[in-house]
T-cell receptor
Framework: AQTVTQSQPEMSVQEAETVTLSCTYD???????LFWYKQPPSRQMILVIR??????QNATENRFSVNFQKAAKSFSLKISDSQLGDAAMYFC????????????FGAGTRLTVKP | NAGVMQNPRHLVRRRGQEARLRCSPM?????VYWYRQLPEEGLKFMVY????????ESGMPKERFSAEFPKEGPSILRIQQVVRGDSAAYFC??????????????FGEGSRLTVL
């Protein structure tokens, strides 16, 4: 079974600074997807960024980028130029490319942005 | 294109009553997933359905919980004889057919169930 681990229950960052959220996962598969979802106080799950395992290049979406280390099974999220609106719970998620019956989530990291 | 629609957003039930949560997937999506989120926790998979079929219900409690996705109409998550431990946010997500799948799940805004 695949497991996703987020070892940082809480993180804080100063506005305009950079923060990195950690995520590791365990799988025996070679074909899979990794995601970071953001859950603000409204509780809506919002996709931040996606990475296909077969792609070596790290995904980037504006101020959000990932450091995908496939051999180490690590998938960290870097938020540059942090904004107050980035404050939320961030969930790392794994989904098999072969048997994508479900998406496995980590326990989440609560990010606080200080003005 | 409307997103995943869930209702009700908030539902209050007394112990022993039934709760019904509804989910309409995004247009063109035929796969529906239900997740439960307890306070301060991540989302836990419950069940995966396609139209008229339950594909995987390995995450759903064997008793009191059931789900369906009929040919017409929304997917329904039904909880019978609710207990206080059922209080949680229930999220529905949908995705495209496999093979056309970018892997992403599109989530609704969730239904918060409170059991008194």
């Amino acid at each position: 079974a695949q497991t996703v681990t987020q070892s940082q229950p809480e993180m804080s960052v100063q506005e305009a600074e950079t923060v990195t959220l950690s995520c590791t996962y365990d799988t025996s598969e070679s074909d899979y997807y990794l995601f970071w979802y953001k859950q603000p106080p409204s509780r809506q799950m919002i996709l931040v960024i996606r990475q296909e395992a077969y792609k070596q290049q790290n995904a980037t979406e504006n101020r959000f980028s990932v450091n995908f280390q496939k051999a180490a099974k690590s998938f960290s999220l870097k938020i540059s130029d942090s904004q107050l609106g980035d404050a939320a719970m961030y969930f790392c998620a794994y989904r098999s490319g072969r048997n994508n019956n479900d998406m496995r989530f980590g326990a989440g990291t609560r990010l606080t942005v200080k003005p | 294109n409307a997103g995943v629609m869930q209702n009700p957003r908030h539902l209050v039930r007394r112990r022993g009553q039934e709760a019904r949560l509804r989910c309409s997937p995004m247009k063109g999506h035929s796969h529906v997933y239900w997740y439960r989120q307890l306070p301060e926790e991540g989302l836990k998979f419950m069940v995966y359905l396609q139209k008229e079929n339950i594909i995987d219900e390995s995450g759903m409690p064997k008793e009191r919980f059931s789900a369906e996705f009929p040919k017409e109409g929304p997917s329904i998550l039904r909880i019978q004889q609710v207990v206080r431990g059922d209080s949680a946010a229930y999220f529905c997500a949908s995705s495209l057919l496999q093979g056309q799948n970018t892997g992403e799940l599109f989530f609704g805004e969730g239904s918060r169930l409170t059991v008194l």
